[in-house]
Protein backbone atom coordinates (compact mmCIF):
# COMPACT_ATOMS: atom_id res chain seq x y z
CA UNK A 1 0.00 0.00 0.00
CA UNK A 2 1.36 3.52 -0.46
CA UNK A 3 0.37 6.95 1.02
CA UNK A 4 -2.14 8.27 -2.10
CA UNK A 5 -4.23 4.83 -1.06
CA UNK A 6 -4.68 6.09 2.18
CA UNK A 7 -7.76 7.87 3.08
CA UNK A 8 -8.06 11.04 4.90
CA UNK A 9 -8.52 9.36 8.60
CA UNK A 10 -5.48 6.95 7.99
CA UNK A 11 -3.44 10.51 6.60
CA UNK A 12 -4.49 12.44 9.44
CA UNK A 13 -3.59 9.31 11.97
CA UNK A 14 -0.38 9.36 11.05
CA UNK A 15 0.05 12.96 11.00
CA UNK A 16 -1.13 12.23 14.80
CA UNK A 17 1.58 9.34 15.22
CA UNK A 18 4.53 11.86 13.76
CA UNK A 19 3.52 14.80 16.35
CA UNK A 20 4.46 12.40 19.68
CA UNK A 21 7.13 12.25 21.24
CA UNK A 22 9.73 9.10 19.94
CA UNK A 23 8.67 7.38 23.26
CA UNK A 24 5.01 7.27 22.48
CA UNK A 25 5.73 6.39 19.10
CA UNK A 26 7.79 3.51 19.99
CA UNK A 27 4.50 2.64 22.53
CA UNK A 28 1.94 2.73 19.64
CA UNK A 29 4.42 1.00 17.51
CA UNK A 30 4.24 -2.16 19.81
CA UNK A 31 1.04 -2.01 20.55
CA UNK A 32 0.39 -1.99 16.86
CA UNK A 33 1.98 -5.19 15.70
CA UNK A 34 0.71 -6.54 18.86
CA UNK A 35 -2.62 -6.47 17.46
CA UNK A 36 -1.80 -6.91 13.72
CA UNK A 37 -0.34 -9.83 13.87
CA UNK A 38 -2.50 -12.68 16.32
CA UNK A 39 -0.31 -15.52 17.92
CA UNK A 40 1.51 -17.20 15.45
CA UNK A 41 1.09 -21.18 15.64
CA UNK A 42 2.85 -23.80 14.36
CA UNK A 43 3.49 -27.52 14.15
CA UNK A 44 6.80 -28.68 15.05
CA UNK A 45 6.36 -31.17 12.52
CA UNK A 46 6.14 -28.42 9.69
CA UNK A 47 9.23 -26.39 9.01
CA UNK A 48 7.56 -23.71 7.19
CA UNK A 49 5.13 -23.22 9.79
CA UNK A 50 7.92 -22.82 12.50
CA UNK A 51 9.81 -20.52 10.17
CA UNK A 52 6.68 -18.39 9.18
CA UNK A 53 6.08 -18.16 13.13
CA UNK A 54 9.64 -17.23 13.80
CA UNK A 55 9.11 -14.18 10.97
CA UNK A 56 6.08 -13.18 12.62
CA UNK A 57 7.14 -12.60 16.26
CA UNK A 58 10.68 -11.13 15.14
CA UNK A 59 8.36 -8.13 13.60
CA UNK A 60 7.11 -7.48 17.18
CA UNK A 61 9.40 -4.87 19.32
CA UNK A 62 7.74 -6.06 22.51
CA UNK A 63 9.13 -10.41 21.43
CA UNK A 64 12.63 -8.73 20.33
CA UNK A 65 12.97 -6.75 23.45
CA UNK A 66 12.08 -9.53 25.61
CA UNK A 67 14.00 -12.24 23.73
CA UNK A 68 17.12 -9.66 23.79
CA UNK A 69 16.76 -8.75 27.62
CA UNK A 70 16.41 -12.68 28.49
CA UNK A 71 19.76 -13.52 25.98
CA UNK A 72 21.61 -10.98 28.12
CA UNK A 73 20.71 -12.18 31.44
CA UNK A 74 21.79 -15.63 30.62
CA UNK A 75 24.86 -14.45 28.71
CA UNK A 76 26.84 -15.27 31.52
CA UNK A 77 26.30 -18.93 31.49
CA UNK A 78 27.95 -19.08 27.63
CA UNK A 79 30.94 -19.57 28.89
CA UNK A 80 30.52 -21.38 32.44
CA UNK A 81 31.43 -25.14 30.59
CA UNK A 82 28.68 -26.19 31.85
CA UNK A 83 27.32 -26.89 28.10
CA UNK A 84 25.37 -30.03 27.29
CA UNK A 85 25.82 -32.06 23.95
CA UNK A 86 21.94 -31.92 22.14
Not at 19 to 24: D, V
Request: aromatic letters at 10%; glycine letters at 2%.
Amino acid sequence: MTVDQLNSQELRLIELVRALPASAVQEVTAFAAAKAAPTPTWNYDDPASCAESWNRAMDNPAFVKAARDLHDDFAFTEGDGLEEPY
